[in-house]
């Protein structure tokens, strides 16, 4: 199943508007304020410390409680230090908080270049018990599609996992099939954006990072990236090929796995039909 999202189109409210009012449309049935108190004295002192950073330095752009929270949780390092939140903040684009299922239709399921490139898969979870999302970047063609194009199939992918209490604090995991791949689909500046946003661009958390697969010359792209990636991030990132995936994922893995890897059993476009279809099922739901 997908998570149910909280309405991006509602984290940022306008000025007259009650905040108080408005309620998560997450899966929970705990209201805000019960979430809240079941916060340790630490994590609530953090998101209290965020919201009044918020509201004294941009007085005039009312930020959802929720939406706060979601940065706290999602802080780069462990979750809820206030400051590598509030760098998160400062320096997000709010322009994501518009990103729908129904505008990036085109681009999430379509037969043209980026085929779909990026997208969430259902049932797949790390030996951790996270979930997880799956890239083939040998679709994307920098050439042939904007870096903001990819970036915000990126963005919209990782806030709507993340909309999900525990991704936030326990993580996300990403399966970057390589398959097909080649110097044709990678650009220096496309490669740093993307990266940006794996790690921390977005109040997201991702926690593996696993590239499958890669060509044997890999390794003059990985010296291109690594200076992308924290020392904390690069610990994260693990090569493999294909037969090592269940030292990283659960148990029976294949049978969630897309099939355009050898050992997948699910077919990829019914993957991404089903998650764009759902999405926008649930957006247009929203009030």
Not at 147 to 158: G, H, Q, S, W
Not at 175 to 192: G, T
Not at 281 to 286: S, T, V, W
């Amino acid at each position: 199943m997908f998570f149910i999202p909280t309405s991006a189109l509602s984290l940022l409210q306008p000025e007259d508007e009650d905040l108080s009012q408005v309620v998560d449309g997450s899966e929970s049935h705990q209201s805000f304020e019960d979430i809240l108190e079941c916060l340790k004295n630490s994590e609530y002192s953090c998101f209290c410390k965020l919201k009044k950073d918020w509201e004294d330095t941009f007085p005039n752009r009312p930020l959802k409680d929720e939406m706060i929270l979601r940065f706290a949780r999602c802080s780069p390092g462990p979750p809820f230090d206030s400051q590598s939140a509030w760098k998160v903040m400062k320096k997000y684009d709010w322009r994501y908080t518009t990103l729908t299922a129904k505008g990036l239709k085109s681009q999430l399921e379509t037969k043209i270049p980026p085929l779909q490139t990026l997208f969430p898969v259902p049932g797949l979870r790390t030996i951790k018990d996270q979930p997880v999302f799956y890239m083939k970047p040998a679709r994307y063609f920098p050439k042939e599609t904007s870096t903001e194009t990819i970036t915000d199939n990126l963005a919209y992918v990782l806030q709507t996992m993340s909309e999900d209490d525990l991704a936030c604090t326990d993580g996300i995991g990403f399966v970057a099939n390589m398959d097909d791949w080649h110097m044709k689909n990678f650009n220096k500046d496309y490669c740093f954006e993307f990266m940006k946003m794996l790690q921390g661009s977005v109040p997201s958390r991702v926690d593996m990072f696993l590239i499958v697969n890669p060509p044997t010359w890999f390794n003059t792209i990985w010296k291109v990236m690594k200076p992308m990636l924290s020392d904390e991030f690069q610990r994260k990132v693990r090569i493999i090929s294909e037969k090592k995936l269940g030292k990283y994922l659960q148990k029976g893995f294949e049978a969630y796995l897309p099939d355009e890897l050898a050992i997948g059993k699910v077919s990829t476009d019914s993957i991404v039909q089903e998650f764009v279809d759902s999405r926008i099922r649930i957006e247009e739901a929203l009030p």
